[in-house]
């Protein structure tokens, strides 16, 4: 019988994007239903849209695919932000509090605000991590009820390029495909792979992907960093190009022989590898270069790791992605950061009943899509004869996913009310249009508070130039003694 209550999420990565549906059951299992995958390298490069048309298509064909093994509509899917654009960035608002008064709820909400308000040139501000606060020189994490003359919130802002946010929003909106949520991706992954006394204790989890690398740091439950780097388990399949081979052959060679590390004394001088029918490459050389690359991804990654951190990592290092299945990549981490812990994270936490190879392989690969599952919590499920909404919620009935055709972008929006992003679940993000929404509220806001600023200042003068004109009770009082002057 057809599953009538499943959730859906896409991942696009670097290489695939990758949809999944799945039911969440009481006892906190979850039963995979369906996995397909569409080739992403001709649309999209480090994690970010560059053709938006071949998007539309891959996630138009993602939508048919679990249709039809789901065999069942699809209402809205859940879907993770990620890629080379986004990065962190520490902010830090003061409050000088008068009177030694003890910090209030609303202080603490004008703060966020605030730094919500920040403007970075061709930025957004996706989610914000709130860090300690600093009540003059003690650090709360609860600051409300405490006294203190100075207040400090350190804001930890999770940043994307405006313009590649707006391009994905635009390929679902195209795809005629709407969103339930948007939650970041590495957020999702940390939530799948990462332990409770991992979190707490302090670690680094670093996320081995084909073009990007992304690196976080947790200290006491709180995400301390998030970095995407550039470097990915392809460089390495280029590098192996430099001995002449096509790069569907490099990759081969990289599964059959490559390590991430080599003890000197294992290197066998005289073996080599067969690089086709006719040559040959000596392992040294194969070692040296296959080498060279990881360290420079490993030396990135711990770059990454802001220096108060870097001692207090009582959880380790956590390795996750693709790129985690390369031999002996947790020895070159060790090797190279000093750091003894390493895990290598090849499945997600969750409790998962699945038969698909794609899940049960636990090679990695999969960790971020089955996070961003975890995370839905509406059913997706629609009535094949229910008409379909686009992101705006206007009723297309022709939807893209069943005639599996592209259409153009609604050109009347609903009239959208924001959610406050303060109050939205850990990791989701608003989608473009609240965004929008929230902006123009600001601006009718601001407009707003102009105006009746502008009229109080107007009302003050008029009140100032009228008792200008109005005579003063010492010269009104001369007047009078005067009047019995002039009657005498």
Not at 149 to 170: D, P
Not at 385 to 400: D, V
């Amino acid at each position: 019988m057809p599953a009538r209550n499943f959730i859906v999420a896409i991942e696009l990565g670097s290489t695939k994007i990758k949809g999944i549906a799945g039911q969440k059951k009481s006892d906190g299992r979850i039963d995979v239903l369906a996995v397909v995958s569409e080739d992403a390298t001709q649309c999209i490069r480090k994690g970010v849209v560059y053709n938006i048309d071949k998007t539309v298509q891959c996630i138009t064909n993602i939508i048919q695919r679990l249709r039809s093994q789901l065999k069942a509509g699809i209402k809205h899917v859940y879907i993770g932000v990620g890629g080379q654009s986004i990065h962190s960035d520490l902010n830090v608002i003061v409050k000088e509090i008068s009177g030694d008064i003890p910090v209030t709820q609303q202080l603490i909400v004008e703060m966020m605000d605030q730094n919500r308000s920040m403007e970075y040139p061709e930025k957004e501000i996706l989610d914000v991590e709130v860090q300690e606060y600093k009540a003059d020189n003690l650090m709360q994490t609860e600051p409300v009820g405490v006294q203190c003359q100075r207040l400090e919130g350190n804001f930890l802002n999770i940043l994307q390029s405006k313009r590649h946010y707006q391009k994905l929003n635009t390929c679902f909106e195209i795809a005629d495909v709407k969103i339930a949520e948007v939650y970041l991706a590495p957020f999702a992954l940390a939530d799948a792979v990462l332990t409770p006394v991992e979190k707490r204790s302090g670690c680094v989890l670093v996320d081995l992907g084909a073009d990007t690398t992304t690196v976080m740091v947790y200290h006491k439950n709180i995400i301390r960093h998030l970095a995407v780097i550039p470097l990915g388990g392809n460089n390495i399949t280029k590098d192996i190009c430099s001995l002449q081979v096509e790069e569907h052959e490099a990759e081969k060679l990289k599964l059959r022989y490559a390590s991430a590390y080599t003890e000197p004394a294992d290197i066998d001088q005289s073996l080599n590898y067969d690089l086709d029918y006719e040559r040959k490459v000596e392992s040294s050389r194969f070692i040296d270069i296959v080498e060279a690359r990881v360290q420079e991804i490993v030396a990135n990654a711990w770059n990454q790791v802001p220096q108060e951190y870097q001692d207090k990592l009582l959880g380790g290092i956590v390795l996750t992605g693709g790129g985690s299945n390369l031999k002996n990549i947790d020895v070159a981490f060790t090797k190279q950061t000093g750091v003894e812990k390493v895990r290598l994270a090849n499945f997600v936490t969750y409790t998962i009943s699945s038969s698909n190879p794609a899940i049960t392989a636990h090679d990695g690969t999969m960790n971020t899509l089955i996070g961003l599952l975890a995370k839905g919590d509406q059913n997706c499920w629609q009535p094949e004869e229910q008409k379909s909404q686009n992101l705006f919620g206007e009723t297309n009935p022709n939807t893209t996913a069943q005639q599996g055709q592209t259409s153009q972008p609604a050109q009347t929006a609903e009239i959208i009310t924001p959610r406050d992003p303060n109050t939205l679940p850990q990791g989701a993000v608003q989608t473009m249009a609240e965004m929008e929404a929230a902006k123009a509220a600001a601006a009718a806001k601001a407009a707003k508070e102009a105006e009746e600023q502008r009229l109080a200042d107007e009302a003050k003068r008029q009140m100032e130039e009228e008792a200008k004109r109005k005579p003063s009770f010492g010269s009104r009082l001369v007047k009078w003694l005067g009047s019995f002057t002039d009657e005498e």
